[in-house]
């Protein structure tokens, strides 16, 4: 059963078209990612799915509900949670203080003058929990503005997650990112996804072959080949426009 499709999804910058005719769906319960080079036009995309932009053509389906035109805000509410390509995290915030307002978000409470977050003892322990399972808890009370990047994309993987969507949306969660790095956001999330469908862009290579169940290659703003690893890396087509000849 698709939890995400898109129908016939086009998109236009003053004129220039972006996306043409873009059909994607995405499994319940599947790990989906997608590639493609440069300007292909992956987070155009990812910007239509999760409300940023409105398509020029097409519509958009999550969970069977047609969510065409609606707000970011919105669309969260309805279980889809996103993480940014640039960090975009609450930098004068702690990691703890950043973790806590997603779990906020998550529970529909809204700070005002009558609510003393403090002392709202189930959200810090769920808050601790995170920090936990994300290896921040050691660096809970340290602003999310002097974290080293490796962990700063790790706390924004975790705002994410801990809005307990039933679809999360990460774009290139490993950009910038060390060779170490890299594998300990991979394990992360493999192991804080279990269970959860994930779509995600990515062009670290060994990342996406080693997250995902399938692969939808955008080239030129179209949908060129969906399929396995194994089917994407056979396809010639895909070999000739992004991925050249793969060595076994």
């Known amino acids: 059963m698709n939890i995400l499709e898109t129908r016939s999804l086009s998109h236009n910058f003053d004129g220039l078209r972006v996306l043409t005719d873009v059909n994607l769906n995405v499994l319940q319960g599947e790990k989906h990612a997608i590639i493609g080079p440069n300007g292909a036009g992956k987070t155009t995309l990812f910007n239509i799915i999760t409300g940023t932009y409105t398509p020029s053509q097409g519509k958009i389906f999550f969970k069977d509900k047609d969510i065409t035109g609606l707000g970011p805000c ?8 996103r993480s940014f390509q640039i960090t975009s995290t ?54 999310a503005g002097v974290l080293s990047y490796g962990k700063h994309r790790c706390l924004e993987i ?16 490993a950009a910038g990112m060390s060779a170490e790095e890299t594998h300990t956001a991979v394990e992360l999330i493999q192991r804080l996804t279990e269970g959860k469908t994930m779509v995600i862009i990515e062009h670290d290579m060994d990342v996406v072959f ?13 949908i060129l080949a969906t399929g396995t690893p194994e089917e994407i890396k056979a396809n010639e087509q895909v070999q000739a426009a992004y991925l050249g000849r793969l060595e076994e």
Do not use: C, W, Y
């Open 74 to 81: 919105n669309i969260q509410r309805r279980g889809m949670g």
């Open 90 to 143: 609450f930098d004068r915030l702690n990691a703890f203080q950043n973790i806590r307002l997603a779990v906020l978000s998550n529970r529909k409470i809204r700070f005002n003058f009558l609510r003393f977050v403090d002392k709202m003892t189930d959200v810090s322990l769920e808050t601790i929990d995170i920090l936990k399972r994300l290896n921040l808890f050691d660096d809970r009370h340290f602003p």
């Open 158 to 173: 975790g705002m994410a997650l801990a809005t307990n969507p039933d679809l999360v949306m990460l774009d290139e969660p």
């Open 210 to 222: 080693k997250l995902a169940d399938r692969i939808t290659v955008l080239h030129h703003g179209t």
